[in-house]
């Protein structure tokens, strides 16, 4: 996916959620594609990039997986600065770490760009039978809050791709919104992202609309 | 609060708490019995020069380095990563006929172990197990206390553990029934609140904080979280792994630890990574040579990790995160070390490409250096830490300096996504070479 060394655009995404709902294993899913059955508590932030095409331009995910627990939010809401995508991920299995969603979602709004793209992700959709979250919940959650919402396995490989490309290509559709906004007006308090090529944006191709969004 | 003032006084010998002095001494000073004897010791013990005196004495600790030493022990020998292969290939009889001539001593020259163990225990047997030990301070200095303060210590463990993890109602107890009601108390059913020990106003749906439900359900999250990183330490090893019973029962004793540990410090609770830094105390113990040793790994294991901890516990804090004893400050200590010994790398990673050492040494400073490194490589470095005579954390912020150090060229062509990745991914390296260049750190 990656295209040499051009780098159009840099876009910060974060991981955030409770503890053991497999953050790490979604970001190494993405990014290297790999999923360690010995994965350890994440302390702190890692932090991978993985650089995809979206509508010919290269785009560059850098990607922050934070520490789940709450002694580590103090420090790890430090690292939602700049970041223009978030994934809230909860684990199917695990009702509390769903009804913990709004809390990390107040926390997000508090601490990140109001316009933020926001992915909610149930994650281990591998251990269906343990489900303990019906789908049906987390759709209407996600409606209510306007937030993108997909189910995944991060140990199969289901939808991790998907959700990551989604929030990226939103972000790029935003910021090919604003250059146009802010070529039109001639005002220049424009983000501060590189790449001031305007592009008309294509049909949203896997931008879902918001309130359609659902695991296939 | 009355329980945390309780559960506090009640730790006695273990006690350690989020104020903990910090001093420079170089043992743990957690506790009112060891860390004094251990300074009283360390003014009557020798000093370098004696000490060099010794070794020409006991040939064969190190013939390799000591012709390298100087006289003062704190200026390191000229190691480069070939000395280094060299020292390695020292043979482990020197070592093991050394260490044990000194462990076998009626009172132990601490000094003179802490010189020892810099270099590098030998891995097997019981040398690490005892050595650690000393060097926490939970082994006192005169050999002939060891077996009545081991036996008086493992006792406490029990007698602790049986009240506060074998009786989950204790909480309810503490608050509700007097002590002379203890005795009969601890028969209770096990689990169940019994409803005429719930005090007026208070019930399952309380937010308030001295709600004895809402305490007791925390209690119950905290044990989850515990036993889901107990269960993803080292599962790759077959002592940590839960696939065999050998395995099932060292996580059992992990749970155990860090439960109690939770529970005997409401302040700090079970913070995610402490498993990763009990994991290498309680490896060692239990494969301590001596039997009965390793049979009371557990509690030995309790006893010195909380002393291991003593000088660090703040940065498991998150109230005192921006406090002068928090991990802010000391990643500001660690940042000020690295601009000291080398500007110019500084000032690329800081400045030029962004890289905030909370970015990639927070995980190294609070967990000591477990996830950066093989388990075997781990141990190494600790006994340099704990062997230090500037204290464990004086020596961590230097080993961490060094390995930034060890990369300056690869960070120096790096942009700031590849420097990260680098750091938070620390590469294979000669370890013996990293504490090397710690010891030569300006400070």
């Known amino acids: 996916m990656a295209s040499g060394d051009r780098i159009d655009y840099v876009f910060k995404v974060v991981l955030i959620g409770d503890s053991a709902v497999g953050k790490s294993q979604i970001l190494s899913r993405f990014a290297r594609d790999e999923f360690s059955l010995d994965s350890k508590a994440t302390i702190g932030v890692e932090f991978q990039t993985r650089t995809v095409l979206i509508e010919h331009k290269s785009v560059k995910a850098q990607i922050w997986d934070t520490a789940g627990q709450e002694r580590y939010r103090a420090v790890t809401s430090a690292y939602y600065r700049g970041a223009l995508g978030a994934m809230l991920v909860y684990d199917i299995t695990k009702r509390q770490t769903f009804e913990h969603i709004p809390r990390w979602l107040e926390e997000l709004r508090s601490h990140a760009d109001k316009n933020l793209v926001i992915m909610m992700i149930g994650n281990k959709t591998d251990l269906e039978d343990d489900r303990a979250v019906p789908m049906e919940d987390a759709k209407e959650f996600a409606q209510k809050e306007g937030l993108f919402f997909l189910e995944t396995s991060a140990l199969q490989a289901v939808n991790v791709e998907m959700a990551f490309l989604t929030v990226l290509t939103e972000i790029f559709n935003i910021i090919i919104k604003k250059n146009l906004a802010a070529d039109s007006n001639a005002n220049n308090s424009v983000p501060s992202l590189e790449g001031k090529k305007i592009l008309i944006p294509g049909p949203a191709q896997i931008i879902p609309a918001k309130k359609g969004m659902c695991c296939t | 609060m009355s329980l945390k003032r309780t559960a506090l006084d009640r730790l006695g010998f273990f006690f350690i708490g989020s104020e903990a002095s910090k001093t420079s001494a170089s043992i743990s000073d957690s506790g009112p019995d060891g860390g004094e004897e251990l300074e009283m010791l360390q003014v009557v013990g020798f000093g370098p020069q004696i000490v060099r005196e010794v070794d020409m004495e006991i040939h064969g600790w190190y013939d390799t380095e000591l012709v390298f030493k100087t006289l003062d022990k704190t200026v390191p020998p000229m190691i480069t990563k070939e000395f280094s292969g060299l020292a390695s290939i020292e043979s482990n009889d020197g070592k093991w006929s050394n260490l044990e001539f000194e462990l076998s001593q009626k009172v132990i020259d601490l000094d003179r172990l802490q010189w020892m163990a810099n270099y590098g225990l030998p891995d097997g047997g019981g040398l690490r197990a005892t050595t650690w030990k000393l060097l926490l301070g939970y082994l006192p200095a005169a050999r002939d206390s060891w077996e009545a303060d081991l036996a008086n210590n493992r006792s406490k463990y029990f007698a602790l553990k049986e009240e506060e993890l074998l009786n989950p109602s204790t909480l309810t107890q503490r608050y509700e029934t007097s002590p002379s009601n203890k005795l009969e108390s601890v028969n209770d059913v096990i689990g169940f609140l019994r409803r005429n020990k719930i005090s007026t106003g208070d019930h399952p749906l309380s ?46 004793a992990m749970r155990s630890i860090l439960h109690l540990f939770a529970k005997l410090n409401p302040a700090i609770g079970y913070v995610q990574g402490m498993n990763e830094v009990l994991a290498p105390l309680f490896y060692i113990f239990s494969m301590d040579s001596d039997e009965k040793n390793a049979l009371h790994a557990e509690a030995d294991s309790y006893a010195c990790f909380v002393r291991l901890l003593s000088d660090s516990v703040d940065h498991f804090c998150k109230h005192l995160d921006n406090s002068s004893v928090g991990i802010m400050a ?57 062997s230090n005579p500037l204290g464990i954390q004086e020596m961590l912020l230097r080993v961490c300096c060094a390995m930034v150090l060890c990369v300056k060229h690869e960070l120096l062509s790096g942009d700031f996504a590849e420097n990260l990745k680098l750091l938070q991914h620390y590469p294979p390296i000669d370890i013996e070479y990293i504490l090397h260049v710690s010891e030569e750190l300006i400070r």
């Open chain 2, 207 to 252: 937010l308030s904080k001295a709600s004895v439900w809402h305490q007791f359900f925390e209690n119950t999250e905290i044990v989850e979280q515990i036993d889901r990183d107990v269960q993803r330490t080292h599962p790759s090893m077959k002592f940590f792994s839960g696939d065999s019973s050998v395995g099932q029962k060292n996580q059992m």
């Open chain 2, 330 to 386: 000391t990643l500001s200590h660690f940042s000020q070390l690295i601009k000291l010994n080398d500007e110019e790398l500084w000032r690329h990673l800081e400045i030029f490409n962004k890289v905030n050492p909370q970015f990639y040494a927070f995980r190294w400073i609070t967990l000591l250096l477990t996830q950066e490194f093989e388990f075997h490589d781990v141990m190494r470095i600790w006994d340099s830490l704990l």
